[in-house]
């Protein structure tokens, strides 16, 4: 993987292990030579990934919409800043740039990307590894969320293993890089099917 996009929230919570999770990260990316791609903001979790990779000597590119600059306070200091018309253009310009994505503690926004190109990684649009930093448990439910979409049958079990987790930046990227695309095309099932 050459560059990575990191999904993660427009807010910091202050927990120190995320901050340490997230220097890790940086760490492990640079030293590794993959460049970061996030959402542009200088703000939050956001604000510290493009800060840590900077830092470091890494490379960041933001893509952030036109409408965003003002309001999440876009990141004039980095690599390289995309300014999109709209979300739909920042996010698959996103995906576009990538090899890979990770998502990182969150709110609503960071969860959209994250099950948007997880569909598209399941509807075969796209064939690269997606991996969940889960610093402190903080996706502990979500990752049980998706164990009980299988266990209710509303999701094949060869697709809820599209998901890497690791609470360890070091073993989510060595998961990243040895993941081979194993995906069920047909996630849905005949509406008789018991
Ligand atoms: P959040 O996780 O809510 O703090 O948002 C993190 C990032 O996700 C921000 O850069 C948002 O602009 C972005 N984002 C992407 N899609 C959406 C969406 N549909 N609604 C809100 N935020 C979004």
């Given at each position: 993987m050459k560059k990575i996009c990191v999904y993660c929230g427009a807010n910091f919570n202050g927990d120190p292990l995320l901050k340490q999770s997230i220097e890790l990260l940086a760490e492990v990316m640079v030293n590794n030579h993959i460049d970061l791609v996030y959402g542009g903001g200088k703000v939050g979790v956001m604000g510290l990934i493009a800060d840590a990779v900077?830092?470091?000597?890494?490379?960041?590119e933001g893509v952030i919409p036109q409408f965003l600059m003002d309001k999440e306070?876009?990141?004039?200091?980095?690599?390289?800043?995309?300014?999109?018309?709209?979300?739909?253009?920042r996010k698959q310009l996103m995906s576009d740039l990538c090899d890979g994505y990770i998502t990182l503690p969150g709110g609503l926004g960071t969860m959209e990307e994250f099950?948007?190109?997880?569909?598209?990684?399941?509807?075969?649009?796209?064939?690269?590894?997606?991996?969940?930093?889960?610093?402190n448990g903080y996706y502990d439910f979500l990752l049980k969320q998706l164990d009980v979409m299988v266990e209710q049958r509303f999701l094949k079990p060869v697709n809820r293993e599209l998901v890497l987790s690791s609470a360890d930046p070091i073993e989510l990227i060595n998961l990243?890089?040895?993941?081979?695309?194993?995906?069920?095309?047909v996630w849905f099932r005949d509406r008789n099917f018991i």
């Open positions: 900077l830092a470091k000597g890494g490379q960041v306070v876009g990141h004039t200091n980095i690599t390289k800043l995309h300014i999109t018309e709209n979300m739909h253009e099950f948007e190109v997880l569909t598209w990684l399941q509807l075969g649009l796209h064939n690269k590894p997606i991996g969940i930093l889960n610093v990243m890089n040895s993941f081979k695309p194993d995906v069920d095309e």
